[in-house]
């Protein structure tokens, strides 16, 4: 654990401060209440018997091949087994099964691109569509347990590829589209991908934005595990194209059989791969697996958001390379057999009321984003919501970051009408599913907070010994039993998944976040006590972004912080020493932002690079980021009297005003 970012932190007392003002409270409406899908006695039975709860979920929402024998299998702590000798399949489960039961007809996806051109897929088109495209991988030589890189913008192939990935039992893994090829093959390469799947590109803002050509530099050099690329032709924009590896979809997909037997595959078996940075350089690739992912899931999406899936539009605007798309994009809504809608673009194009026309145009009942959009849409001002009927909206989520009550207000007036619950929900790409969440039909809202743990979740505020706090007070974010979407491991590295999470407090899952418990023991979330940022509920490494820096000839050390930012909750803020023959001038800080976003990503690049003489740190060599933070954050910086060299911050200050 960094000594800079202690739950005790500058900042995190200045948001405790200003929380512990919040005390408003929204009770559903009685009719809300009334219709809820989940009532008030689900927390005594979940809590009776979690692992019997969870079973029954399972039932309930799942349709299994062979019935399990046994809930949970913790024998071999902290590795979980769920549904014990189950055996489904997951697109069965999202697809075939609603197009059996006479629901073919119902709207899966209604798909908007940013230009404006429109899709719409029933249950049975999806269906046939994702039968084709299990055809093709597997005509590729794709087969159960063979790794799937997917690197796609928001378009309807790439729900379909991976529950095509899904059906035949290869484990996907997708890559955000706005990662550079060097963090893709670093990717393809740890999981050993054998197919890639991607497009030509994609739109931004109006113009068209590459995807293939990272695949392209990805694979350039050689040593590789990829035999095939299928590319989506989505912008029409040319590309390089290298005979015998590459396939386009419209050739591969389209001509397939439409004819496709799903194999039943055991409850444990891995559905996907989804890296996610950690503490360290490298990032995490999360192990998920079928069963008690779908089972967490589909309960979560319909409890959280109170889906009724005969009447409701939901949409959820996450990409589907983070966690978020995963679960609440691909999986439960189709298992739950919802309407959604996917939209390709960005939220100002061409316009910035381009959201709200979605929501007039398809009714959007449910809408699931981030606090940075919302923060975003409120600086761009009211007046451009006001412009749209936004009544059919019923219930409104958020995600990826602690929300300030300023926008949870925001949301609930100028989104909700002042009537839709907010459910704020905490979880991780770890975690697979939410974990924390108010039920929309039975908590009574605080604005800011996420409150209560999910029926059968067990999470806890512990103290630096692993013993709980009591309410008023703050500390680390624990679990405290298995829950079924958990991550199984971590790819290739099962040590580091037992000293990630399971070393730090005996028993108990630790997840990397700081919280408080207030006077009634709900949960107010207060950002991570590790070296991970959230930059608009991104999850970004320091330590990996310092790597970045310091691969660049002209930096000799890097120090990265995460800085409070009005819109993006956190910003990077690096800091870096120059190499003596590096030229110091305006150009360098360009390169160097260049520099992190063809190592990462354009997401992974500093706001801001400070050039210093030097780094504080401690007589043992740590860099005390904490200090670091308070001048990035424009504040006097704080207690420095355990750095090795007291005069550092000093020359650090002279040389910024300098
Ligand atoms: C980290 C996980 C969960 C999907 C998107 C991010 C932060 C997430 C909340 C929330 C406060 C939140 C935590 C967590 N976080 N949701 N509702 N309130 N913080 O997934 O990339 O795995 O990041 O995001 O710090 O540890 P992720």
Redesign the pocket.
């Known amino acids: 654990m960094s000594e800079a970012n202690g739950v005790q932190s500058a900042t995190q007392g200045d948001a405790l401060e200003n929380l512990l003002q919040e005390n408003r409270k929204f009770a559903p409406s009685e009719e809300f209440a009334a219709n809820a899908v989940v009532q008030a006695n689900v927390y005594a039975e979940a809590n009776a018997d979690r692992p019997a709860f969870w079973a029954k979920q399972a039932r309930e929402l799942l349709t299994w091949d062979e019935n399990f024998t046994q809930a949970l299998d913790w024998s071999d702590a902290p590795f979980a087994k769920w549904f014990v000798g189950g055996t489904l399949n997951a697109a069965y489960n999202a697809l075939d099964r609603h197009v059996e039961n006479g629901l073919g007809d119902r709207v899966a996806i209604y798909f908007e691109g940013e230009p404006g051109d429109t899709r719409t897929y029933t249950y049975a088109q999806l269906t046939e569509e994702v039968k084709k495209a299990a055809n093709a991988f597997e005509s590729l030589g794709v087969a159960k347990g063979d790794r799937v890189a997917v690197y796609l913008p928001m378009i309807p192939e790439a729900v379909i590829t991976m529950l095509a990935c899904a059906r035949i039992g290869a484990i996907h893994s997708v890559v955000f589209g706005g990662f550079s090829a060097d963090a893709l093959r670093s990717r393809i390469d740890d999981a050993e991908a054998k197919l890639v799947v991607t497009a030509d590109g994609t739109y931004r803002r109006g113009k068209p934005s590459p995807l293939k050509n990272a695949v392209d530099a990805a694979l350039e050099a050689e040593g590789h595990s990829v035999a095939n690329v299928v590319v989506v032709k989505r912008n029409g924009e040319p590309i390089d194209w290298h005979e015998g590896r590459d396939q386009w979809w419209h050739d591969a997909v389209e001509s397939a059989s439409a004819e496709h037997t799903p194999v039943p595959h055991d409850a444990e078996h891995p559905l996907f791969i989804l890296y996610?940075s950690g503490t360290t350089g490298k990032p995490k690739g999360i192990l998920h697996t079928t069963g008690g992912f779908l089972a967490q899931s589909a309960f979560t999406h319909k409890a959280t958001f109170d889906l009724h899936p005969e009447t409701d539009v939901y949409w959820c605007t996450?990409d589907i390379g983070?966690?978020?798309g995963h679960t609440y994009v691909t999986y439960a809504p189709l298992i739950n057999g919802a309407t959604q809608l996917m939209y390709e673009g960005t939220p100002d194009s061409p316009h910035q009321g381009r959201w709200w026309e979605l929501v007039e145009k398809y009714k959007v009942s449910i809408m699931y984003t981030a606090p940075t959009a919302i923060r975003t849409m409120m600086k761009w001002g009211e007046d451009i919501p006001a412009k749209y009927d936004l009544s059919s909206i019923r219930v409104l989520g958020?995600?990826?970051?602690?929300?300030n009550p300023e926008a949870w207000m925001w949301y609930r007036r100028v989104i909700g009408g002042d009537k839709a619950p907010i459910v704020?929900?905490?979880?991780?790409?770890?975690t697979g599913a939410h974990m924390?969440a108010p039920m929309p039909g039975v908590t009574a809202t605080k604005p800011g907070s996420?409150q209560v743990a999910v029926p059968g979740i067990a999470v806890d505020v512990v103290d630096e010994l692993g013993q709980p706090v009591p309410n008023g007070h703050g500390g680390y974010l624990v679990v405290r039993e298995p829950w079924p979407a958990m991550l199984r491991g971590i790819w290739g590295d099962p040590e580091r998944y037992k000293d990630t999470y399971w070393s730090r407090f005996e028993n108990m899952y630790f997840?990397?976040?700081g919280a408080k418990k207030d006077d009634d023991g709900d949960i107010w979330?207060l950002?991570?006590v590790d070296d991970?940022m959230?930059v608009s509920?991104?999850?970004l490494s320091t330590t990996e972004i310092e790597s970045a820096l310091v691969s660049h000839p002209s930096v000799a050390e890097a120090a990265v912080v995460g800085a409070a930012d009005e819109t993006t909750g956190e910003a990077v803020v690096a800091f870096v020493i120059l190499r003596g023959n590096a030229a110091q001038d305006e150009e360098i800080v360009t390169t160097l932002r260049n520099h992190v976003g063809k190592e990462i990503g354009p997401i992974a690049k500093p706001r801001q690079i400070l050039v210093v003489p030097e780094l504080p740190k401690t007589r043992s060599g740590k860099i005390m980021r904490r200090l670091l933070k308070d001048i990035a954050e424009g504040r006097e910086a704080g207690d420095a009297s355990t750095l090795a060299d007291n005069t550092v911050m000093q020359q650090i200050a002279t040389s910024l005003k300098g």
């Open positions: 996610t996450a983070w966690v978020t958020s995600v990826g970051e602690p929300i704020d929900t905490w979880w991780q790409t770890e924390i996420a997840a990397g976040d979330l950002g991570r991970v959230n509920g991104h999850r």
